[in-house]
Nanobody, 122 residues
Framework: VQLQASGGGLVQAGGSLRLSCAASGRTFSPYTLGWFRQAPGKEREFVVASNWRGGSTAYTDSVKGRFTISRDNAKNTVYLQMISLKPEDTAVYYC????????????????WGQGTQVTVSS
């Protein structure tokens, strides 16, 4: 399974971006899809995760109300809509897939995309 993230870029504070993560390879049927981010000098952190077949979605507190995860099962693609972006959202964003339900920890995800840079200027 390969995950290809795209959609990052430079945006002013208050702006919006939509990240995409397309999956390819063998039959893609994970239990959980998620987005993580890693800022320079910091550890990779959880942003949001959602069960692939529907059900629960979990967001980290700092993005609640601003970020929304969605998916297109037919296209094997997951999206991250980000609005009201803040400079502290600046990071490399990674999509990931897990064979576990309700996964949120970095170590619980089996497949990772290459990351896409999001930079929010003040």
């Amino acid at each position: 399974v390969q995950l290809q993230a795209s959609g990052g870029g430079l945006v002013q504070a208050g702006g919006s971006l939509r990240l995409s993560c397309a999956a390819s390879g063998r039959t893609f049927s994970p239990y959980t899809l998620g987005w993580f981010r890693q800022a320079p000098g910091k550890e990779r952190e959880f942003v949001v995760a959602s069960n692939w077949r529907g059900g629960s979605t979990a967001y980290t507190d700092s993005v609640k109300g601003r970020f929304t995860i969605s998916r297109d099962n037919a296209k094997n693609t997951v999206y991250l809509q980000m609005i009201s972006l803040k400079p502290e959202d600046t990071a490399v964003y990674y999509c990931a897939a897990s064979g576990r339900y309700n996964a949120t920890g970095v170590s619980e995800f089996d497949y990772w995309g290459q990351g896409t840079q999001v930079t929010v200027s003040s």
